[in-house]
């Protein structure tokens, strides 16, 4: 049996772009948002070892997907996407 263990960590950086949009598939007003933010993080070596397994990170209250990264060392720029809305 295989459970997937959560492990939250917090790391500090900067918003890179801020930029909105409605999901690309959208037919209505209330259809899930897109967000095509950058966030560069400063990184350690728990977030380059296990940069394959980062599925959300939190900002402005909201978990939203990810959907790049790219490591510009000493940092990891993340590209963020859709709501992520499966457990935390």
């Known amino acids: 049996v295989y459970e997937e263990q959560?492990?939250?960590?917090?790391?500090?950086?900067?918003?890179?772009?801020?930029?909105?949009?409605?999901?690309?598939?959208?037919?209505?007003?209330?259809?899930?948002?897109?967000?095509?933010?950058?966030?560069?993080?400063?990184?350690?070596?728990?977030a380059i070892?296990?940069?394959?397994?980062?599925?959300y990170i939190e900002w402005k209250g909201t978990n939203w997907t990810?959907?790049?990264a790219e490591i510009e060392f000493p940092r990891i720029i993340l590209t963020l996407g859709d709501l992520y809305n499966e457990p935390t």
């Open 49 to 55: 070892e296990n940069l394959g397994y980062m599925k």
């Open 6 to 46: 959560t492990t939250v960590r917090s790391y500090y950086g900067d918003v890179l772009n801020y930029y909105i949009r409605p999901s690309e598939n959208s037919d209505g007003l209330n259809d899930n948002i897109r967000i095509n933010n950058k966030i560069s993080i400063i990184s350690d070596s728990f």
């Open 66 to 68: 990810i959907r790049s």
